[in-house]
Each structure stands twice: as structure tokens, then as C-alpha cells.
């Protein structure tokens, strides 16, 4: 496209710098199951299928709540890029790929700049380790609830011990019934990668191919489930991420929440991992409702609290990967000028 008819207000190394932290969102066994196709007025976000999971998450749930997470960085970003992103999500009901359009209006003034969301994109990881044992306190807790009703979804921490306890057997439970099913192992075995992958679950390339050999082959449920029972259980901090509905635009509004109650987190120094197996296993999910006690439907659930050290960046792939059209050549260019 030349520089005459270009309309996207964005020049192209600010939109390579938006697109960047859009991919840093977490994904389900980090898939990055997104594609972005820049148009003469923003940008389109398209759900890539061909990353889906379908043993784990058959309704590509999962898939659009991560496209979610990315679209609520892209949005954080062009804020702090000073512009407006103004978002349509699942604008043409042709298209059920197409999950949101953007485009891009200056802002005015350095206000509404998301200067503290947009620097935890960049250190924001899943944390999976044991957390420090400290309190976390209960205004952080409401500034999270708020964050995800901002977005349209509801974030409820379980209090009670007895809740906690019986979320915690829940997940073992979930993880019992995972390991058991061979093709959850083998579609978990597949996205095991060496970290020069791009995607996946990183695991060193000398043991990758035994690691998935014993990953496929034998169902270590009992153990998994011991490990995740007692690390839920001994979370500061176990909460739901839910919506008042089920379908695709609430999945996408869950992923934003889920990621602006990530990057809130941090701002309060804490960090997150996943007990999502009482949802992803599907008899599971109305017992999870029922401990809740909340309408709606339990998307994410969570486990919070003040890391013990600092982790490495799981990989992303490339930009060139990920953006599609003319346009993406001059963000190849710059990123490559970057290296
Ligand atoms: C919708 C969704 C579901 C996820 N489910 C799990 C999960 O069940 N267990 C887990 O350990 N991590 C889960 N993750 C975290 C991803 O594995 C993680 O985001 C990915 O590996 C990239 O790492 P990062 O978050 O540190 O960037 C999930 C992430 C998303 C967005």
C-alpha cells in the first residue's frame, strides 16, 4: 500500500511495536492461536484454527479467551502509543474467524496512557512455582474484581478454606481424568517443544523427545494431581474469572478481563498460574459452578500470589508469522532493523 492511500492512522513501527506486545498474551499450552491482518483503516484479529486444541478444549474456548488476552495488549498498547483503539468484536457473521476489528484514532493529551498495564505486558508470566507465603491484601483483591467487571466478566475469590480445599479436589479430580484419555496426552506431547519452536511448553532440546515419549505414554494423573492439589491448596489466592453467558463474545470479553486482571496483578506485584482442569473437563465445570454459587459460567480459574523469584520469557513466534498483507512487510522490515 502506498504512503498516499494509507488511512491507518498508526505508522508502521508503532503498529510493529502494538503487534509485539499483542503476541507476549498467554495462550493455552502457549499455541498463540492468532493471526493479524492489517487493513487501510487498523487492524483484524483472526482466530488461527490450525493451532486449536481439540482434545483439551473442543469448542476452541480456550482459543478464543487467548485471542482475547491478545486483543486486550493490542488495546494497552495503542494507548500508550497514544491512540484509541476502537474495537468490533466478531464484526461479520460470515466470517466466524474474524473475531475482532480495530481501528485506530490519536488521542488526546497523555492521559489514559495505561503507562503501569502496558509495562507488566513484558513481565507477566505464568507462574507455576510455589508462592511466597504472605497475605495478599484485600483492596488488591477488589481492584482485581473491578478490573475484570470492566471488561464485562466477573472475578470471585473462593475464601472460605472449605471452598479452597474442595476446588483443590476438583483439580486432582480434573487432572486424573486428563491423563487418563491418551489423546489428551498426545495432543499435550505435541506442543512440548525446545524452545527455538517459538511456541509451546519449552522443555531443553536434549530431552524433548524422551520428555514427550513419557508424556505419551504413560498417565502420571495420580502424581500430577497430588502436586497441583497441594499447590492450590496452599495458594494465597485462588479465584474464578466468569461470564454472564457462554458463547464467543464472552470468551473474548473473558480473555480481556483475564489479561487486564493479569497485568493488574502485577502492578500489585503478584503473579499467576492456571487450575483451569475443573473447567476444561466438562463434567467437572458444574460442580465448580455450584461451589461458586455465582450465575454464569466459570472460564478461567486461578491461582495468585507474590512470586519467590523471577522466570524467563516462555518463547513467541516471529511478527512475519503472525501478520498477513502488504503492510506487514514494512513491520518485518523494521523488527528486522531491530535485531
Ligand atoms: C485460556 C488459557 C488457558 C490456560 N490454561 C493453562 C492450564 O490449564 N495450565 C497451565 O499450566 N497453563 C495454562 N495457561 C498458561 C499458558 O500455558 C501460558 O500462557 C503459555 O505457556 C505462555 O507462557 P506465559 O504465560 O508465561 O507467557 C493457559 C493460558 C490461557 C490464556
Not at 485506530?104 to 496512557?113: K, M, Q
Not at 464485562?152 to 478454606?161: I, K, M, R
Not at 480459574?301 to 503492510?327: C, I, K, Y
Amino acid at each position: 500500500m502506498s504512503e498516499g492511500k494509507r488511512t491507518n492512522a498508526i505508522p508502521p513501527d508503532t503498529l510493529a511495536t502494538i503487534l509485539e506486545s499483542a503476541v507476549l498474551a498467554p495462550s493455552s499450552h502457549n499455541t498463540q492461536p492468532w493471526r493479524f491482518e492489517i487493513s487501510e483503516t487498523g487492524v483484524s484479529l483472526f482466530a488461527d484454527r490450525l493451532r486449536a486444541l481439540p482434545v483439551n478444549d473442543p469448542d476452541d474456548r480456550e482459543l478464543t479467551i487467548s485471542c482475547g488476552c491478545a486483543l486486550f495488549n493490542l488495546r494497552v498498547a495503542a494507548a500508550h502509543a497514544g491512540f484509541n483503539a476502537h474495537c468490533a468484536l466478531l464484526p461479520d457473521p460470515g466470517d466466524e474467524d474474524l473475531l475482532a476489528t480495530v481501528t485506530f484514532t490519536p488521542a488526546s493529551g497523555s492521559e489514559g496512557r495505561q503507562s503501569e498495564l502496558f509495562q507488566a505486558i513484558t513481565r507477566r508470566r505464568t507462574y507455576r512455582k510455589r508462592f511466597e507465603p504472605k497475605q495478599v491484601p484485600s483492596n488488591v483483591l477488589s481492584i482485581l474484581e473491578e478490573s475484570a467487571e470492566t471488561e464485562g466478566a466477573w472475578f470471585q475469590v473462593l475464601d472460605s478454606e472449605h471452598a479452597r480445599h474442595q476446588v483443590a479436589e476438583l483439580v486432582a479430580e480434573g487432572d486424573a481424568a486428563q491423563w487418563s484419555n491418551p489423546s489428551w496426552r498426545r495432543e499435550l506431547a505435541a506442543w512440548m517443544h525446545p524452545r527455538r519452536k517459538g511456541d509451546g511448553l519449552t522443555v531443553p532440546g536434549m530431552v524433548a523427545p524422551v520428555a514427550q515419549l513419557v508424556v505419551r505414554t504413560f498417565d502420571m494423573g495420580n502424581g500430577v494431581g497430588a502436586k497441583d492439589r497441594q499447590l492450590a491448596d496452599e495458594s494465597p489466592v485462588i479465584a474464578a474469572l466468569g461470564t454472564a453467558g457462554d458463547g464467543v463474545e464472552d470468551w473474548l470479553k473473558a480473555g480481556q478481563a483475564l489479561e487486564r486482571v493479569l497485568l493488574r496483578s502485577l502492578g500489585q506485584g503478584l503473579q499467576a498460574s492456571y487450575l483451569n482442569q475443573p473447567i476444561q473437563v466438562a463434567v467437572l465445570r458444574p460442580k465448580l459452578q455450584h461451589l461458586l454459587g455465582h450465575s454464569g459460567f466459570p472460564q478461567i480459574l486461578l491461582r495468585l500470589g507474590f512470586p519467590a523469584t523471577d522466570l524467563p520469557a516462555a518463547p513467541r513466534r516471529n511478527l512475519q508469522e503472525v501478520v498477513e498483507n502488504s503492510d506487514a512487510r514494512d513491520i518485518k522490515a523494521k523488527q528486522a532493523s531491530r535485531r
